[in-house]
């Protein structure tokens, strides 16, 4: 009797520990699937020199502007649609993989596109409210101390102008200047820069 029941209690640890080493073997499992799955995304993202959270900064820029704000997000094109007064809009999208891009869309009415004082003095109010990084400030500067010029395109209904950048700029930073464009009854406003 003695026998069988040191037996039967053999058998009960041997049963507990293999239960124990499937329960760990379970876990352990889990946790290379996750890794597996943490290094894959690594390996999707590591082609992209930055955070591609476009919701994230252009959603932070617009906080920052005015927390109480209500914008459409276009998860297709990547970025927010704000109505603002007036019936004017400004379309937004920061962030990017391989460029840090600051692109803006701003649409009023179709009359504003010959006040040339209104479009540059909208284009610095873009600038200076949703920008960052430099952004914001050297988009300011090179538009009041006219460090831009009008580009010769042909096309009547378009006004672009280039930066003419100084010392000031790192090598990695892009002005793609900005642009006034009359789109059937809307004037649009557009300005873009980017961080290599």
């Known amino acids: ?20 080493i499937s329960k760990e073997e379970k876990e352990q499992s889990v946790v290379t699937k996750k890794s597996a799955i943490n290094r894959q995304n690594i390996e999707l993202t590591d082609d ?24 459409h997000w276009d ?12 019936g004017d809009s400004l379309i937004l ?5 391989n460029h ?11 009359s504003k596109f010959n006040d040339s ?22 988009y300011v500067r090179f538009i009041s101390d006219k460090k831009y010029y009008l580009e010769n395109n042909g096309k009547p209904l378009m006004k672009s ?6 010392s000031l700029i790192q090598e990695n930073e892009i002005y793609e200047g900005f642009y006034f464009m009359r789109d059937g009854e809307r004037t649009e406003i557009w300005i873009h820069g980017y961080v290599n």
Not at 6 to 20: A, H
Not at 76 to 85: F, V
Request: with cysteine; charged share 25%.
């Open 93 to 97: 999208h920061i962030g990017g993989c």
């Open 75 to 86: 998860e297709n094109e990547k970025r927010a649609i704000l109505p603002l007064e007036d």
């Open 161 to 166: 102008y280039s930066i003419h950048t100084d």
């Open 117 to 138: 004082i209104y479009l540059l003095n909208k284009a610095k109010w873009i600038a200076e409210n949703f920008f960052d990084n430099g952004f914001d400030q050297n």
């Open 100 to 110: 840090f891009s600051y692109w803006a869309k701003y649409r009023t009415d179709y």
């Open 1 to 20: 009797m003695r026998h069988t029941i040191q037996l039967l209690f053999i058998l009960l640890l041997i049963s507990c520990s293999s239960e124990k």
């Open 48 to 71: 992209c020199v930055f955070d591609t959270s476009t919701f994230k900064f252009t959603s932070q820029a617009i906080r920052k502007f005015n927390p109480t704000i209500k914008f």
